[in-house]
């Protein structure tokens, strides 16, 4: 049996090498299509197991977790409003909501999701109060992806984003490009280090393509 410092050594180890390969994936994730993510994920289940222990051994170091001020906000709502959760994770909304929770990801990490791609979710036009991106804007169809937000939410619906705060180049070159593709900036807090948390309101169809900024 391994020593106690051989065995803390590599424990230690195999945390990094699993953070190297979370901050791998999810590179990818964010510098490819959908298409190209559900692939990857299709020809490598490992991965997106690995994917979701980084990201949660991730999200766990932050002060606060977005998601969970995602489902504060949605409490303080009626809970007749149905939601819309993009790249749904582990479903933390839909099992912590009463609301009806359509969730969406490329691979079924709990019975609740619907698995798709978030640029072609199985919803009709117009049927969803709220639309969330937790952490899930990823990809770089985001154009693609926001136009189907945009479809599937009722004229003045809600779209939150919660993403990694160095992920935006831009901020108002993107508020911009949501204006494009007609959502509102109804609040924004970008004081967290960790993440922004934007509030939109759906204010009619997308007016310009291409959007840029994103
Ligand atoms: N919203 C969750 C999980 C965020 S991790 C939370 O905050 O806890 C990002 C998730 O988006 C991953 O589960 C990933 O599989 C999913 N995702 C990335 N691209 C996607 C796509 N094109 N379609 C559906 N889900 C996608």
């Known amino acids: 049996a391994p020593s106690g410092r051989s065995a803390a050594l590599r424990a230690r180890m195999e945390e990094r090498l699993l953070g190297a390969r979370f901050?791998?994936?999810?590179?990818?994730?964010?510098?490819?299509?959908?298409?190209?993510?559900?692939?990857?994920?299709?020809?490598?289940?490992?991965?997106?197991?690995?994917?979701?222990?980084?990201?949660?051994?991730?999200?766990?170091?932050?002060?606060?977790?977005?998601?969970?001020?995602?489902?504060r906000y949605l409490r303080r709502r009626p809970a007749s409003l149905v939601v819309a959760d993009f790249g749904c994770?582990?479903?933390?909304?839909?099992?912590?909501?009463?609301?009806?929770?359509?969730?969406?990801?490329?691979?079924?990490?709990?019975?609740?999701v619907?698995?798709?791609d978030m640029a072609k979710v199985p919803l009709a036009a117009e049927s969803v109060d709220v639309a969330v991106f937790c952490l899930a804007l990823m990809g770089t169809n985001l154009q693609e992806i926001l136009e189907e937000a945009n479809r599937v939410l009722k004229q003045g619906g809600t779209l939150m984003v919660a993403e990694v705060a160095s992920r935006f180049e831009d901020i108002r070159a993107f508020m911009n490009a949501m204006g494009q593709l007609g959502f509102k900036s109804v609040s924004k807090d970008l004081s967290s280090a960790f993440f922004h948390l934007l509030e939109f309101a759906k204010t009619g169809p997308p007016r310009r393509r291409p959007a840029p900024g994103l």
Request: contains cysteine; charged residues 20%.
């Open 23 to 71: 901050r791998y994936i999810n590179q990818q994730l964010y510098t490819s299509t959908g298409q190209e993510a559900a692939q990857l994920f299709q020809s490598d289940p490992e991965a997106f197991e690995i994917y979701h222990r980084g990201f949660t051994q991730q999200v766990g170091r932050w002060p606060e977790n977005p998601v969970h001020r995602i489902v």
């Open 89 to 112: 994770g582990d479903c933390k909304i839909a099992s912590s909501v009463k609301n009806k929770v359509h969730s969406f990801d490329l691979v079924p990490l709990s019975p609740l």
């Open 114 to 116: 619907t698995v798709c």
